[in-house]
């Protein structure tokens, strides 16, 4: 009966999962005790009931008294853990709903939870039965000393060894549950199904109706299952956390003091002593008294009692990472309690290890204590004492845990900022301290993603609100706090807080094995990247980064290279200091990467800056950066020549109004594209999109790759005869042009812009011209041909004369065609020939053996091509080589013509002169005669220069063959008004015929006359031999 009873006691205490057996043996004369010790055997395969399940559970216990963070992970003494599986969890099939209701029983029957689930209900039935319905506090008679009467006290109603006993055997079940059964819940079974006893449908239809209808229901039971799996490790979990702070109380050996605390009096306490433990843990409500017992706790363990004094050091009120991880700090038992509650430094450490406790073993319960509470008790504590401030912030950032709620971090970092004013120093250790609290989480078992991103922000919101503080001015100091210690500049406060963080480690943020030393890919770790991209963001705090690039803080070189291709600050501070530590090639590199940024928030103007600084930096390494220093000029070449036109081309477009939608969008776009620096290919491709030829001509003269001959021809016309498919083109604009004769040539006169290859991206348009002017092709023409000499190598093969030359005179007589019909439309045949020669001329004849050209200006505006463009840059022509030019243009009319005319796009607007042959001859004539006019007053106005009169006399015979010719195919036209013009000019050629003449005999100079003969001189006297001597 005593073993019986011995043995009775013992399973009464260890439920079902007893490990010893005790029996007692009544002797004569004496009584003899035997205990009986096994070892469970472990299963050498997976479980298949709920009772192996169970005792699988049992088997996962930690040593008694151990801490949560002393058993990462759930470990089976002698045998491997099995892997929870809902492989035999489900909703009972139809068939075997359709036989219940068959057999009388009208409620559906229950669904299959599984053997791991019923052997979780069993474990968690055997573990709590014996505490489920008992309270947490029990009354206790106890005898006063004093007058020997009896009087009423509170306890805990749960032993000390009780409470271990449970959450070693609860921690390690729950938290497998938790990490293993809800996940693979997701999965589902592992286990095919077979089918009905109908067999397997013939059908393909009923086959699929078949497997959708079981598959939904298989997957309608697992969810079912998994949210009631969740709701009961919800409760376990909340008995759990009620059990730890029940052994934090037994641990400080305060129970009886903070049960008689007036934080838990009233209804909280009689809930405490009525309520089971069933009914505090079901739901999180139900919880409230024991938050509140948590607050008395906090309260009574000496946070809210006033310091006598207040040192913050880190030996004493900071946890390093050195105390952090796998070992604890041991609670302090009576003695702790006794000093926390007399004051002093002491008593304040011991609260906070309380805190730390707390959170430790009930962050759920922990972490809804009401703070406000807590700090309306701090206020008049504080403030009786010396540091008011620091204690204050201490004490209240205590009380908070990672798992408090997010007012609460707001209210610490306004706390923060608010003391760092007064104290820097103790601010900057109180926030690392709660870094330091904030980065434990990644050592909790299985963290929730969502926890480590609240860690992660909460980490962000204390930095910024203590690096808010700081001041903008560099040489401004902050007082050292505590005594007697020297201001510290804010240089210092930043290194110092940088050098207690160097070791912490945010999971998610950081990679974990990235040593302080080396830091991260990124440079630096999460905490110092946030420090370093606050004072980075703060214009007032740069100083402060450029102070810290001299020191060895941190990682600062790392940061800032890390940061350069996203914000451009930390790349100028980066190579400028690479520069004064005598390093041009990392700086050179470092302005490359500045200007090659892939992202669009620098301009285009800023990355050729920066392009530009990269070469110049790269030529301080001479020689041996002479490769770097051409590949950057090349690339510098483009973006300047053909980048930044293009871009301000683009811009152009997009804000002109007359352009449709379309392509005004599609500007805008592609202008946002060219933010970046692009490669030849992609500007090439981008300048033919938009019928942009004049940088198509730029881009085939800087590329080795562009088929320059197919490119030059095709280029120069489309400049001025662009496709019909191009944004300025007439038949494509929102309005029509105020002058039609502008849509000949849209490039020129349509586009809003005096300049053609501006550098500046942000040039303004000018106004829409709305008159016609018989210089308007001149002067838009002339300064495109100069803006491109600027752009173009003087000895590029862009410069095609008999292209330029031929193409230009064309447009010239297309223009003045054009403005002549419209001016004098209706006129006669002598009015309309006045109109082909520009305007009616003066009245009269010339003078006689003077020039008409000199006397007649606008028959000269007719030879700006001649006298203007072939003259000047590039080509360097003199009168004499365009009189031979034009030559030959005239007697190659024919061929010339015939191309240009069918290389031009189609005129859908139809407003286009159709130009016969002889209507160019007759215009290429005049600019001959004009020539030659011009070529006989420069010679007769500088006799003295003996080159150009010996040139021209020289030249004169080829001329008269140009004129003859010329004559006779001028009386060879057809058509009314060309032969009236071509009258007209047989008299100018008469004309200029004759003053050639005059003037050809007087350039040949005189012959010399012979030098005079030399005298006959005598033959030579022979001299006689002299005698021989003896």
Known sequence: AAGAGAGAGAGQADGDFRTTRSFAVLLRGSVQVYRLSFKTQSLSRPPTTAAECCAHFAQMALPIGAAPSQAPAPIVEGGRLWSWSFDDAGVPSFEEQRRQLENGRPLPPAAHLGRWFCGLLRFLAVVLRPVWDAPLVAPVQRRCASDATRGDGLCLALSEDAVRQLLARLRPALRFARQQGLASAHLGSGTSHGVGGSGVPSGAAARALRYTSERHSKDEGLAQIQQLLSRVLDVAERAQQVFGLLSVLHAQRSAFRILQSAVVAGPSLDALLTRPLGTLVGSAEALGPVVQLCAAVVVESGLTTPAAEVVFSTRSGVRTSGSSGTGRRPLRGAGASTSASGGGAEGFVASGEVCRELEEMCPGIFAQVDLSYVQARLGPAVNQG????????????????????????????RSLQKMAGEDPRKAAEVCAEKLEQLQQLRFAAAPSEEDLTLATERAKLLLEALLGALGSDPKARFP?????????????????????????????????????????????????????????????????????????????????????????????????????????????AILLRLAERSDK??????RVHSLDLARQVASRALPRSKDLVEQ??????????????????????????????????????????????????????????FSLYHIVLVIADTSSSVQEKEVR??????????????????????????????????????????????????????????????????????????????ALRDSSAMWDVRCIATLLEYCNCLWFQSVGSAALAGDGAESQASAHASLPTASGEAEEGRPRSTTDPQRAARSWVALTVLLQRPFHFTLGDVVKFYAAMLEQLPSWLKDLQSMLPADPSRRRPALSEDDVYVHLGEVVLVVLDQWVTQVEGCRADERSVEDFANAWPSVEGVLSRLRSRLLEVEGEVVRVVAQRLLKDLRRSEAAGRRLSPRCVPPPRAPPPALPVLPPPVPVPALPELA
């Open 480 to 588: 050292g706090g505590g005594g007697a210690a020297a201001p510290m500049p804010a240089r210092a406060l930043v290194e110092q807080l940088l050098r207690k963080t160097a070791a912490l480690r945010f999971s998610g943020q950081d990679s974990a094995d990235a040593s302080p030393a080396r830091g991260t890919e990124e440079g630096v770790n999460f905490v110092h990247g946030v420090i370093l991209d606050h004072l980075l963001g703060s214009s007032q705090q740069h100083h402060i980064l450029e102070e810290l690039l001299d020191g060895n803080a941190t990682d600062m070189e790392g940061f800032l290279r890390s940061r350069c291709a996203t914000n451009p600050l930390a790349g100028e501070m980066l190579w400028k200091h690479c520069l004064r530590r005598g390093r041009p090639l990392d700086a050179s």
């Open 632 to 689: 950057l000029s090349a690339k510098l070449d483009i973006a300047i020549r053909v980048q930044v036109p293009l871009h301000h081309e683009l811009q152009l477009l997009a804000a002109d109004e007359r352009v449709t939608a379309r392509w005004r969008n599609a500007a805008e776009q592609r202008r946002e594209d060219l933010q970046k620096l692009m490669n030849l290919q992609e500007l090439y491709q981008t300048a033919t999109d």
């Open 713 to 790: 021809t095709g280029a120069w016309i489309s400049i001025f005869f662009p496709p019909a498919a191009s944004p300025y083109s007439s038949s494509l604009l929102g309005h029509a042009p105020a002058a039609w004769q502008h849509g000949l040539f849209p490039l020129l006169m349509i586009r809003r812009c005096p300049s053609f290859l501006s550098r500046d991206a942000c040039a303004s348009p000018s106004p829409v011209l709305t008159a016609v002017s018989q210089d308007e092709l001149q002067q838009r023409a002339t300064r495109l041909l100069s803006e491109m000499a600027t």
């Open 386 to 413: 010396p540091g008011p401030a620091g204690e204050l912030l201490r004490r209240y950032a205590t009380c908070i845990s990672p798992s408090s709620l997010g007012d609460h971090w707001v209210e610490l970092a």
């Open 601 to 606: 928030e620098v301009g285009i103007l800023q």
